[in-house]
């Protein structure tokens, strides 16, 4: 790794699109989201295509869910042989209900003696290094970060990063960095810190608080790559830079569009993009019309006709402001 800043694995949004858009602004390690491994044994097309790496993605983290030790580690060897993924990531954190009914995820958290089982398993499996991902714990009752920490580690995990959440907050309430740091304290392994970085300044924060070796930024990098470019700049120099122009984002945008274009096709690209598009117009004053027009695109000379012309109508306004303060 370059430096210490993570893209965070994300369901529906960390495909190779995305993560080479968010790469080329500096993240040093980037994750895939999380793939199904009775997909990848079953060699389901859908979930073989998400086992696309670009090149220039690399350093990568693959990351795979299951319940079943023979599925997970089939699947992780098929990940070794078949992929160019540097790092074999096993999802031990997400807490939805689906996941949780197979037995994987988040409901892993429940039990230290299943981590080290499933962990050992997928080591002694694979050689590319095997990292782990999870949560502190299931709910306030069920904390168990340290130990499952520890589970992961002598079974062979080469890295742990996890967030500062229960299973049961699912995405609400507040990250505890106190566990993170106890956590950090306790294992000799790398490990990576992840909850409630909105900013660089939060993720300066959680880096002292908690000792962590890493920092992994999540939402806070949904249609906004220039959070990890400006977190990374503080972190290395402590200058905090400034927030992109209106221009600047919608090109970043269509940069990625094209992406996904090439990646999915026309009618999921433009499908998936109207989230992204909405995160990247976020905060612009008066996007409400834009974003409706977004929503109702359906092919991309559509989309692309809609973002150009917010470019043209930013800069007229921008003219129009500047002619009226020379004035």
């Not at 168990?144 to 959440?165: C, D, F, P």
């Amino acid at each position: 790794m370059d430096n210490r800043v993570v893209l965070a694995p994300m369901a529906g949004v960390c495909n190779s699109a995305f993560r080479l858009t968010v790469k080329e602004f500096g993240a040093g390690l980037v994750y895939a989201e999380m793939i199904s491994d009775k997909g990848i044994v079953q060699r389901n097309r859908k979930t073989l295509d998400m086992l696309y790496i670009d090149e220039r993605e690399n350093p990568l983290s693959l990351q795979i869910f299951g319940g079943d030790k023979e599925t997970l580690v089939e699947a992780a060897q098929y990940v070794d042989k078949y992929t160019n993924a540097d790092i074999i990531d096993i999802n031990m954190g997400c807490p939805v209900n689906k996941i949780i009914k197979c037995e994987a995820g988040a409901k892993w958290l429940l039990d230290p003696n299943k981590i080290y089982e499933m962990v050992s398993a997928v080591v002694d499996a694979v050689d590319k290094p095997v990292s782990c991902k999870m949560r502190i714990g299931w709910d306030e009752d069920h904390v168990y970060a340290v130990k499952n920490a520890q589970a992961a580690e002598r079974a062979g995990a080469s890295a742990i990063a996890m967030h500062g959440r229960t299973r049961l907050q699912m995405y609400e309430g507040h990250a505890n960095w106190d566990i993170l740091k106890e956590v950090k304290e306790n294992i000799s392994i790398p490990f990576i810190g992840n909850g409630d970085v909105e900013t660089p300044e939060d993720a300066k924060r959680l880096l002292d608080h908690t000792g962590a070796d890493g920092v992994m930024i999540g939402r806070a990098a949904l249609g906004n790559p220039w959070m990890i470019y400006r977190t990374v700049e503080y972190l290395k120099t402590g200058r905090l830079m400034p927030e992109p122009p209106i221009r600047e984002k919608i090109e970043v945008c269509l940069l990625h569009f094209e992406r996904l274009l090439m990646l999915k096709g026309e009618n999921i690209a433009v499908r998936e993009m109207r989230k992204h598009a909405s995160w990247y117009l976020k905060g612009l004053r008066g996007n409400g019309k834009t974003r409706n027009q977004i929503n109702q695109a359906e092919t991309a000379e559509e989309l692309r006709a809609i973002l150009n012309e917010l470019v043209l109508e930013t800069e007229e306004s921008e003219n129009d402001s500047f002619s009226i303060q020379i004035g």
